[in-house]
């Protein structure tokens, strides 16, 4: 009976063992489900931008969509999407911008929508760095807008850049408290390469911030919209959209938040980061 015994602790063990080694290897295709997946196509959206191409620090040319605000004291909205999409899936979000006389540029990560190289933190930050870089060099004025995986891209760049203005749409504390709760038999905070880090450093972003998601997100828990709001400072606001999940924010309530927020701000000299 105790050989058995420990026969089953053993397997169990190693069933543990090859489990963990999983995760482990496995965590990049987990944040970034769609890396190196053909981009989606999005007929208007792209007969209403214009596709350029933007360098990394590190040497990637990637291929983003933009479009001039409709008047130079517009500012322009840097898009910055999911993981499980790419920047065509924020396009309902951009052609009503430009509708509204903002400047879009819809950012691209490295390895999605047809880019080179693989996704990784650092080099999403990098990207978002060059999707700065070019807007800002046509637009004094310029806001961020990071939905899920894109908020932490945001956050970050929020927190180095100067912007006119910080958008999160179902943004997480991080990476980490995200897969904690997913895994909760793994010691993921040990495992884990991309953190992602929000609640450490939207502290430091000093422009105004509307954070907004579904009460029902089942992706993101809504705690972490809270938190995220509690820890930043200044100019902030939190909108909570009733029954709206983690896909549906924007059509359910979301737009009309975002729509005031950048009607509200005030001129770029009085709200840019110093």
């Known amino acids: 009976m105790r050989e058995i015994l420990w026969i089953l602790l053993l397997a169990i063990a190693l069933i543990y063992t090859v489990a963990l080694a999983g995760l482990y290897w496995l965590q990049g295709r987990l944040v970034y489900p769609l890396e190196q997946i ?7 959206l792209e007969a209403r931008t214009e596709a350029v191409s933007i360098r990394t620090a590190d040497g990637l040319d990637l291929t983003v969509r933009y479009q001039a605000p409709g008047n130079k ?3 322009t909205i840097i898009l910055f999407h999911g993981n499980g999409e790419d920047l065509a899936q924020r396009g309902h979000i951009a052609l009503e911008m430009i509708e509204a006389g ?3 540029l819809l950012a691209e990560y490295r390895g999605y929508g047809g880019n080179p190289g693989r996704p990784h933190e ?3 930050y990098a990207d978002a760095r060059a999707a700065h870089a070019y807007a800002s060099a046509r637009s004094s004025n310029v806001v961020l807008h990071g939905y899920s995986l894109g908020s932490g891209v945001a956050v970050q760049l929020a927190s180095e850049a100067k912007i006119h203005a910080l958008m999160l749409e179902a943004p997480f504390t991080s990476i980490v408290d995200v897969a904690a709760k997913r895994f909760r038999l793994f010691p993921v905070r ?3 390469r991309d953190r992602y880090e929000s609640l450490s450093k939207i502290a430091s972003v000093r422009a105004p ?7 029902k997100d089942g992706v993101i828990p809504p705690a972490h919209f809270r938190r995220l709001f509690d820890a930043a400072r200044g100019n902030k606001h939190l909108a909570l959209i009733e029954d709206a999940d983690h896909l549906d924010v ?3 309530g979301g737009r009309e938040h975002v729509m005031q927020f950048l009607a509200s701000l005030q001129p770029a000299r009085d709200t840019l980061q110093a």
């Open 38 to 44: 053909e981009a989606f196509k999005n007929a208007e």
């Open 73 to 75: 004291a517009a500012p």
């Open 102 to 104: 903002y400047g879009v």
């Open 122 to 124: 650092a080099g999403l």
């Open 190 to 192: 040990l495992l884990a």
């Open 209 to 215: 911030i509307l954070i907004y998601g579904g009460t």
């Open 250 to 252: 924007w059509t359910k």
